[in-house]
């Protein structure tokens, strides 16, 4: 899993500096981070439908449409999509209701 998200950083790091006319994640960059925002809105709002439609080929192709949509958004803000990944490998073995209250402290 972790090779697929590594090609995409690389991908949308190299989109970057494209022509935005050329390239769609181009032009969500050059439209910047309120754009990029609305889009996660939107495909969130689309998993939600799909997740209670029931049909799981449509919450995977919605779900792929999100997570790179929020990829995009950690690029663009130059965070790695790691830092995600060792932010839920602190988390392993957490309740998440100790995990919760220590962020509310």
Do not use: C
Not at 23 to 47: C, F, N, P, Q, R
Not at 85 to 97: K, N, T, V
């Amino acid at each position: 899993m972790n090779d697929i998200l590594t090609q995409l950083e690389a991908l949308l790091k190299n989109r970057k500096g494209a022509d935005a006319g050329s390239s769609y994640v181009a032009s969500l960059y050059a439209k910047g981070t309120d754009h990029i925002l609305k889009k996660i809105g939107e495909e969130a709002t689309e998993v939600v439908i799909a997740g209670k439609d029931g049909a799981a080929d449509k919450v995977i192709y919605e779900m792929a449409d999100l997570w790179f949509h929020s990829l995009v958004l950690l690029v663009h803000q130059g965070i790695s999509p790691q830092a995600v990944l060792d932010e839920l490998a602190r988390r392993q073995g957490i309740s998440g209701h100790v995990e919760k209250a220590s962020r509310d402290a």
